[in-house]
């Protein structure tokens, strides 16, 4: 019997278990890396022979280079971790999700300062036709 | 006299919070509403500042990579040091901890069937570090010593609100046998609504949050019972920090025959960067009186 995962039914989200975990521990553990300033350096110095260090995959390499949050987050990345990458590269938590909903910077602080995304629409995956690339905006069915 | 838990604070640990108040900026139309939110909490701190904190907090991928995942953790230690997240180490002072009242607690707790993993070594980042600094500003020592308590909930599976709930009420008892006149409090921090992640990032839950507040004051057994999925599809992923509310309130005297607590302040704001902030401060009615 596996692990039950009723999580799986909400949209736009992916939760940190074991299977993930698994998937991304290279990934993660090169993101506690960038925990040390000497590293930081070392890493913006040469970004792809700083990854080589690392056992981690090719689409997991390259998803860092692109700094493609979601993929990162498909291949086991955890936002702590991967938010490692975003303080070396001088992000905010804000800019950093921002990337993730398909929407610019200002968008996606305009809609926090707005009071955030609704939940309505946002609940059950079966209650938007394609949740990764339509998040509901607030007010848009509250 | 013995040691007794006299309130417990619950509070959000933004990290954008700590930045704000880093770089001074907490002046900014942005950020105003949200400190002067905290004014009167700070108030009652700087009247009811007790001798030890016991600081319920999850690590954000700081001092416990992937290597070691503790469920539940106790620091023992007598200092903590700030760590760097990525940023460098926030310009805070270091913690100071309260080692023997950290290890008769991790005895008592660990007698009472909850296996605490102890640790001494142990950097704090922002989810210890910007609630003292809600409640405490910016002084150039924190005014008491703290026990940083690490709960997992980043890496599934992490422990169910009936678990910290229960635990709260361990962990009072295991104050409330410690032979030394001390005045605890014990803060719960995290949450409330928001995610992180995904397409989903920035959803924020008012009704929710408001919800919770009024149930973790009159009705905490019931809400510990709530699943972690009520929480991640109605609180957003990272929402389910607020278990880690249940510890604190599990603490309060009331679950163990006293008075309900009185509620000495309120205080609910969206948005701090990603994330609904909320602060709540429950008193005991019978400070120092035995059971």
């Given amino acids: 019997m596996g692990i039950d995962k009723p999580y799986l039914d909400v949209p736009g989200t992916t939760i940190f278990d074991a299977d993930q975990s698994r998937r991304g521990y290279w990934l993660n553990q090169f993101c506690m890396s960038l925990m040390s300033a ?24 390259q998803a860092v280079l692109d700094r493609d949050m979601n993929r990162m987050i498909a291949l086991g990345g955890n936002i702590y971790f991967l938010a490692k990458i975003g303080a070396t590269d001088g992000k905010s938590f804000q800019q950093m999700a921002a990337s993730m909903t398909g929407m610019s910077e200002d968008e996606y602080r ?10 309505d629409g946002n609940r059950f995956v079966h209650e938007s036709d394609d949740p990764q690339r339509r998040p509901t905006a607030p007010g848009a069915s509250s | 006299m013995s040691a007794r838990i006299s309130a417990s604070v619950y509070t959000s640990h933004v990290p954008a919070i700590g930045v704000a108040l880093d770089l001074g900026r907490t002046d900014e139309p942005y950020w105003r509403p949200l400190f002067d939110g905290y004014e009167p909490a700070k108030e009652w701190f700087r009247a009811h500042t007790p001798d030890v904190i016991i600081l319920v907090y999850n690590d954000h991928a700081t001092t416990f990579s992937l290597d070691i995942i503790p469920t539940f953790a106790i620091g023992t230690a007598a200092a903590y040091p700030v760590a760097d997240e990525g940023w460098g180490p926030r310009p805070v002072p270091d913690v100071v901890g309260h080692p023997e009242l950290a290890s008769h607690v991790a005895y008592s707790v660990i ?3 909850f296996d605490l993993t102890i640790v001494n070594r142990l950097a704090v980042d922002h989810g210890l570090t910007v609630p003292l600094s809600l409640m405490c500003g910016q002084p150039s020592a924190w005014p008491c010593p703290v026990i940083p308590f690490p709960v997992n909930v980043v890496h599934y599976p992490i422990p169910s609100g009936q ?15 410690y032979d030394d006149d001390l005045d605890v409090q014990i803060w719960g921090t995290g949450g409330m609504s928001h ?13 929710f949050d408001q919800s919770f507040l009024d149930e973790l004051i009159a009705a905490p057994t019931e809400l510990a019972k709530k699943p972690h999925i009520d929480y991640i599809r109605e609180a957003g992923s990272e929402g389910i920090e607020l278990v880690m509310w249940l510890i604190a309130r599990g603490a309060m005297s009331d679950l163990a025959g006293g008075a309900p607590p009185s509620v000495r302040h309120r205080f609910y704001h969206v948005p701090a960067s990603n994330t609904a902030v909320g602060n709540l401060i429950l008193e005991n009615r019978d400070p120092g009186e035995r059971r």
């Fill in chain 1, 38 to 61: 000497e590293n930081r350096e070392r890493f913006k110095h040469d970004e792809a022979a700083y990854l080589d260090e690392w056992a981690m995959t090719a689409d997991q390499k």
């Fill in chain 1, 110 to 119: 305009d809609m926090m300062v707005a009071g955030g995304r609704s939940p």
């Fill in chain 2, 111 to 113: 007698q009472q069937d």
């Fill in chain 2, 163 to 177: 678990r910290c709930f229960d635990l709260g009420q361990a962990i009072r008892r295991a104050v409330e046998s």
């Fill in chain 2, 195 to 207: 995610q992180l992640q995904g397409p989903r990032a920035g959803l924020i839950n008012r009704e």
